[in-house]
């Protein structure tokens, strides 16, 4: 509307000026809008593909338990592995490598599924 007017003379600025006014005050606003999740855009897969002696680790502690909390997942991984991953990585593995496990995520807690 600004821009408009400014480009009818109504109002005592360029519409350059008035662009980059636009620009400077919307930056923000207009990151978030181009951001991946609202624009529906996947964002950039990790370069870094999980080690497959890990993936199968988890793979098996799920399958043998058929469900496990993400505490009792993390403590099975801790005893098992010299440097066990981090909750973000054990979800990453089940949601993108891990077809047949479910992760159910709530506010207070995190379950894994075994689905066959």
Not at 17 to 38: D, K, N, V
Not at 49 to 54: A, E, H, I, V
Request: glycine share 4%; charged share 25%; net charge negative.
């Amino acid at each position: 509307e600004l821009y408009s007017r400014s480009c009818q003379g109504d109002v005592e600025a360029s519409p350059a000026a008035i662009l980059e006014f636009a620009a400077h005050e919307l930056r923000e606003w207009w990151a978030e809008l181009l951001s991946p999740a609202l624009s529906g855009v996947a964002a950039e897969p990790n370069s870094q593909t999980p080690d497959p002696s890990l993936v199968e680790a988890v793979r098996e502690m799920i399958r043998q338990q058929r469900f496990l909390g993400e505490d009792a997942l993390l403590d099975a991984l801790e005893e098992a592995m010299p440097e066990p991953p981090g909750i973000d990585d054990i979800r990453e593995i089940c949601q993108d490598y891990l077809a047949e496990v479910r992760v159910h995520v709530s506010p207070t807690a995190a379950a894994y599924v075994w689905q066959s």
